[in-house]
């Protein structure tokens, strides 16, 4: 099956369902960054968490988490604010979502021979010396209970592009400057936003390609196995959020 990959969303909620339907036999992916928006209220903040509710229900489709998504998480307890966050929009938010659409949220999807999460693997946090890449989405599912422990793990943290205390961030908060190459390891990334889909094709590393897809609305992803096309759409991207 063919597949859509669509970048960070931010509140473009009722756009994205007229671009999904005119691709009813692919799977769709969203690589995270559902809320927050320059100037967005809890209005905006209901409208796409019901989006998102009803988005979660669908067969074909696979959601990813983000870091401005994991701000609202009901069990996040004020330790991850991204910019944009406001309680007004919690409040909305918490309304229309429960614990168990959460938990339909993943944080890493393997498609084909691609790895998509919303920020990047990084060598530095999941490279083992000896056994190298193995298992890691059984890694990813042990580090999933750690998102809101008191001591938070650096692989949570932001890099320094996006002002954290780290070289390299984690899955949610890696800058896509910083996403570093993994022998034989294609993957797909939002997270940071540009005005088109930016490829990064690696030779010597096995021809591995990393790709960064946040920004939408312009482009969007089209992959197949081990090809994929980029789709360009009618209105440009704006963002300039970091």
């Given at each position: 099956?063919?597949?859509?990959?669509?970048g960070?969303?931010?509140n473009?909620?009722?756009?994205?369902?007229?671009i999904?339907s005119q691709?009813?036999?692919?799977?769709?992916?969203?690589?995270?960054?559902?809320?927050?928006?320059?100037?967005?209220?809890?209005?905006?903040?209901?409208?796409?968490?019901?989006?998102?509710?009803?988005?979660?229900?669908?067969p074909?489709?696979?959601?990813?988490?983000?870091?401005?998504?994991?701000s609202?998480?009901?069990?996040?307890?004020?330790?991850?604010?991204?910019a944009g966050?406001?309680n007004?929009k919690?409040?909305?938010?918490?309304?229309v979502?429960?614990?168990?659409?959460?938990d339909?949220?993943?944080?890493?999807?393997?498609?084909?021979?691609?790895?998509?999460?919303?920020?990047?693997?990084?060598?530095?946090?999941?490279?083992?010396?000896?056994?190298?890449?193995?298992?890691?989405?059984?890694?990813?599912?042990?580090?999933?209970?750690?998102?809101?422990?008191a001591?938070q793990?650096?692989?949570?943290?932001?890099?320094?592009?996006?002002?954290?205390?780290n070289?390299?961030?984690?899955?949610?908060?890696?800058?896509?400057t910083?996403?570093?190459?993994?022998?034989?390891m294609?993957?797909?990334?939002?997270?940071?936003?540009?005005?088109?889909?930016d490829?990064?094709?690696?030779?010597?590393?096995?021809?591995?390609?990393?790709?960064?897809?946040?920004?939408?609305?312009?482009?969007?992803?089209?992959i197949?196995?081990?090809?994929?096309?980029?789709?360009?759409?009618?209105?440009?991207?704006?963002?300039?959020?970091k």
């Amino acid at each position: 099956m063919k597949s859509i990959i669509i970048g960070d969303l931010h509140n473009n909620v009722e756009e994205v369902e007229g671009i999904v339907s005119q691709y009813p036999e692919h799977k769709i992916i969203f690589v995270g960054d559902y809320f927050d928006n320059f100037g967005d209220c809890s209005i905006d903040a209901t409208r796409t968490a019901e989006w998102l509710k009803h988005s979660l229900a669908q067969p074909n489709r696979v959601h990813l988490l983000g870091n401005h998504d994991i701000s609202y998480h009901p069990h996040n307890n004020k330790m991850y604010e991204c910019a944009g966050y406001s309680n007004d929009k919690q409040l909305a938010i918490d309304q229309v979502l429960t614990l168990q659409d959460w938990d339909k949220i993943k944080l890493l999807h393997i498609e084909d021979d691609w790895y998509i999460s919303h920020a990047g693997l990084t060598k530095q946090w999941f490279e083992h010396p000896v056994t190298g890449f193995t298992d890691i989405s059984e890694r990813i599912d042990h580090l999933k209970s750690t998102l809101f422990d008191a001591y938070q793990p650096s692989i949570w943290e932001a890099d320094e592009p996006r002002g954290g205390r780290n070289r390299f961030g984690g899955l949610l908060w890696c800058d896509w400057t910083r996403l570093n190459v993994i022998d034989g390891m294609n993957q797909i990334v939002g997270h940071t936003p540009n005005g088109y889909i930016d490829v990064k094709k690696y030779p010597i590393y096995n021809e591995t390609v990393n790709i960064c897809v946040d920004c939408f609305p312009s482009e969007i992803l089209e992959i197949d196995g081990k090809t994929y096309k980029i789709i360009e759409l009618d209105k440009p991207s704006q963002y300039s959020r970091k």
